[in-house]
């Protein structure tokens, strides 16, 4: 598999597709996907795995790519907060057509669906997949739906251990309660 620099560098010069299309796949190193992650509580320890298949639209100029992305990064649980490895998986199916001359330098900010991009000389397939990529990652990170997260009052990982703190009363109930006693007494 060929190691690749930057993510940034996956790029595809139409003139090079043969009629049955390419097919490759490269690994980034986990510097180079840090690097595009941007994220300190998020650590890549190994190589992303990046497979695309580039085919030209017969008798048009429109340039199809399926892309694969496969790795993981290590992060910790936002309930329990232990360290927890999280798989980035996800595919992307896109369509290239010819941009027009009036359109930005930078032809991903042209894109209005994921569908749908640009290129010029280049496409810049590279390009798309840091963008999409940023978007595939989730805002919160959860070890397992299941994660019972740290108790409030002693800070116990409730997944490991029963803590004996007193469940917090609702106040409402404790009204009734209160209630009951004054009926209690009359
Ligand atoms: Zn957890
Ligand atoms: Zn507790």
Do not use: W
């Not at 598999?1 to 009629?19: F, G, H, Q, S, V």
């Not at 299309?21 to 994220?39: L, Q």
């Amino acid at each position: 598999m060929e190691k690749i620099k930057r993510l940034e560098d996956i790029i595809i010069a139409p003139e090079t597709i043969p009629e049955a299309g390419i097919e490759d796949e490269v690994s980034v190193s986990p510097e180079a996907m840090s690097e595009v992650i941007k994220d300190e509580d998020l650590k890549v320890t190994k190589p992303f795995h990046i497979h695309y298949v580039v085919e030209r639209e017969e008798g048009s100029d429109t340039i199809h790519a399926d892309v694969d992305v496969a790795g993981e990064v290590e992060t910790f649980c936002s309930r329990c907060l232990e360290p927890m490895t999280h798989k980035v998986e996800f595919r992307l199916d896109t369509d290239y057509i010819p941009a027009l001359p009036d359109m930005a330098k930078d032809l991903e900010a042209e894109r209005s669906s994921s569908e749908t991009g640009y290129y010029r000389k280049n496409v810049r397939l590279g390009d798309y997949i840091v963008s999409e990529l940023v978007l595939a990652l989730p805002i919160r990170y959860i070890c397992n739906e299941e994660c019972k997260g740290l108790c409030p009052g002693c800070g116990a990982n409730l997944n490991r251990e029963e803590c004996h703190c007193e469940t917090p009363v609702d106040p409402r109930m404790q009204k009734l309660g209160d209630l009951k006693d004054k009926i209690r007494r009359k």
